[in-house]
């Protein structure tokens, strides 16, 4: 990195903030993908200690289970590529949260091993829906001038998150069970899905276009 571009990083970044902070659709995107990320960590965190414990497997149960969960979002995946285009595509984001909450729900009481990796598919599935969704949406809402410093948050939302809830979530399970903490990853989706029917609606009604700012440093200051 040269020293032009050192000294013009902070002023992007600013920019790139003061935009999440005008803009509420961007805003509601990123904090979907935090709080997907939070719902997720229970999934990916603890299915060692819940096939152990809950269904009393060894490790070929945890490799199914983490295959079916693999299933559904390569399934989830293949439905949204196939879309030509991204209209109506908001709702499954809302869809995804719902069923999420109830797969969450329904997986802190199973003991039952075919059953829990029909939810593990519905897990991976709704979790591509989410993420990917959220993705594409904040692409067509964010102008090019501070699209880079966007898609940086938006991985720190999703890594940065899922890794501090699943720390988390590894020291709850400790304290209060394993699925206490499923219970509460039901609870993060269906709160989600509740918040989201307001940016959705404004989504809907002022339909995303793609931003056509040049990322250039002037540009970058006016934002």
Not at 30 to 40: E, F, H, K, Q, R
Not at 52 to 72: K, N, P, T, Y
Not at 85 to 105: I, N, P, Q, R, Y
Request: charged content about 10%; aromatic content about 8%; glycine content about 8%.
């Amino acid at each position: 990195m040269t020293g032009v571009q050192t000294c013009a990083l902070p002023i992007y970044l600013a920019a790139a903030l003061k935009y999440v902070k005008r803009n509420a659709a961007a805003r509601g995107l990123l904090l979907t993908v935090a709080c997907t990320s939070i719902g997720l960590a229970p999934f990916t965190t603890l299915p060692p200690k819940y096939v152990v414990d809950i269904l009393h497997g060894d490790s070929s149960e945890l490799g199914m289970l983490m295959g079916a969960a693999g299933c559904g979002a390569l399934i989830a995946g293949l439905s949204i590529a196939r879309r030509r285009s991204v209209a109506g595509m908001e709702s499954s984001v809302e869809a995804g949260c719902v069923v999420a909450g109830l797969t969450a729900c329904l997986f802190a009481w199973n003991t039952d091993y075919l059953f829990a990796m029909v939810l593990m598919m519905a897990s991976g599935w709704c979790t591509v829906k989410i993420v990917t969704v959220s993705h594409a949406m904040l692409q067509m809402i964010v102008p090019n001038a501070v699209r880079g410093q966007l898609m940086a948050f938006y991985t720190m939302c999703y890594g940065g998150a899922l890794s501090l809830a699943s720390l988390a979530v590894g020291a709850l399970a400790q304290w209060r069970g394993v699925a206490e903490m499923f219970v509460l990853s039901a609870v993060v989706y269906f709160l989600l899905a509740i918040a989201l029917r307001n940016l959705l609606h404004e989504l809907r009604a002022k339909p995303p276009s793609f931003g056509v700012a040049v990322a250039n440093r002037q540009t970058v200051e006016r934002i």
